[in-house]
Nanobody
Framework: QVQLVESGGGLVQAGGSLRLSCAAS????????MGWFRQAPGKEREFVAI????????YYADFVQGRFTISRDNAENTGYLQMNGLKGEDTAVYSC???????????????WGQGTQVTVSS
């Protein structure tokens, strides 16, 4: 079993940056892909980024456009999402999750954190 806790969200002005963290408990985290998803009010949850269990491969949603970087430190059981050039439309609750499959489909993810709010003011 894996427990995930996100942190690092907050209020930032457009063009600013935030670094989200995803602290995991349990060794299973190291053998699973990790994804970040977000959900804005009134919208469905959407894929943001995914990184392989080793950290060697990453994939991003089209809307990221080079602004975000996903990473992980398996020795620390922690994943990250560095977000630069934030826009108002990035406002959402961001959640990390783990999966045995390299997938952008949230239904493939077994363990989820509670989420952290990111608000971008314009």
């Amino acid at each position: 079993q894996v427990q995930l806790v996100e942190s690092g969200g907050g209020l930032v002005q457009a063009g600013g940056s935030l670094r989200l963290s995803c602290a995991a408990s349990g060794r299973a985290f190291r053998s699973r892909a990790m994804g970040w998803f977000r959900q804005a009010p009134g919208k469905e949850r959407e894929f943001v980024a995914i990184i392989s269990w080793s950290g060697g491969t990453a994939y991003y949603a089209d809307f990221v456009q080079g602004r975000f970087t996903i990473s992980r430190d398996n020795a620390e059981n922690t994943g990250y999402l560095q977000m630069n050039g934030l826009k108002g439309e990035d406002t959402a609750v961001y959640s990390c999750a783990t999966s045995t499959a390299a997938s952008t489909d949230p239904r493939e993810y077994t363990y989820w954190g509670q989420g952290t709010q990111v608000t971008v003011s314009s």
